[in-house]
């Protein structure tokens, strides 16, 4: 149990450009979604938190008109990168915690964006 | 700010030997620490969990240890395999679902056949 599936895997755009990712729950509900992003050799580092149904909460520097999520059901959310450039390039790693659950987070299989 | 760290980049064991991985933390309140491991192009995996109420939380070849009055927490994999290797974080939580991790920078395992 607890599957968190991603999708795509990989994408690769053009500079100027708008990609959506997906962030699905399979078998469990999500009232919290988080949105990670990992540089090569970097840790993990937290971009949002998203939230069914309300506006995500967003970490400090991390523009929330360029990377747009949207939680609109308790398994999908979704991060839209818009107006992509080269230093967006990155692994962008989803997670969800278990409704019930106290503090595990179960992580999708990130998303590879390679911005040329 | 709460943080987590983890001060060895690399460890390298043999099979069939003990791995330890450290951790040390900040400004701990009533919080949850957690272990994932992560191979590249991957999402974390999950591997075990320790309140902040316990020592010693022991799952298969995995044991976590919370030293409270060091701030210090170690990961025991036994005996270590080379299917083992991989990065491996420590995170804390809040203690809800709702809870944000935050994560330490990461100690790659290699585990030597």
């Known amino acids: 149990g607890a599957v968190v599936s991603q999708h795509p895997s990989w994408v690769i755009c053009k500079s100027g450009t708008s990609v959506k990712i997906e962030c699905r729950s399979l078998d469990f509900q999500a009232t919290t979604m988080f949105w990670y992003r990992q540089f090569p050799k970097q840790s993990l580092m937290l971009m949002a938190t998203s939230n069914e149904g309300s506006k995500a909460t967003y970490e400090q520097g991390v523009e929330k008109d360029k990377f747009l999520i949207n939680h609109a059901s308790l398994t999908l959310s979704t991060l839209t990168v818009t107006s992509a450039h080269p230093e967006d390039s990155s692994f962008y790693i989803c997670?969800?915690?278990?409704?019930?659950?106290?503090?595990?987070?179960?992580f999708g299989p990130g998303t590879r964006l390679t911005v040329t | 700010d709460q943080q987590v760290k983890q001060n060895s980049p690399s460890l390298s064991v043999q099979e069939g030997r003990i791995s330890i991985l450290n951790c040390d933390y900040t400004n701990s309140m009533f919080d949850y620490f957690l272990w994932y491991k992560k191979y590249p192009a991957e999402g974390p995996t999950f591997l075990i969990s320790?309140?902040?109420?316990?020592d010693k939380n022991e799952d298969g070849r995995f044991t976590v240890f919370l030293n409270k009055s060091a701030k210090h927490l170690s990961l025991h994999i036994v005996p270590s395999q080379p299917g083992d290797s991989a990065v491996y974080f420590c995170a804390r939580s809040g203690g809800t679902s709702g809870s944000r991790l935050t994560f330490g920078e990461g100690t790659q395992l290699t585990v030597n056949p």
């Open positions: 997670s969800a915690g278990t409704s019930g659950g106290l503090y595990e987070q179960y």
């Open positions: 320790i309140s902040s109420i316990k």
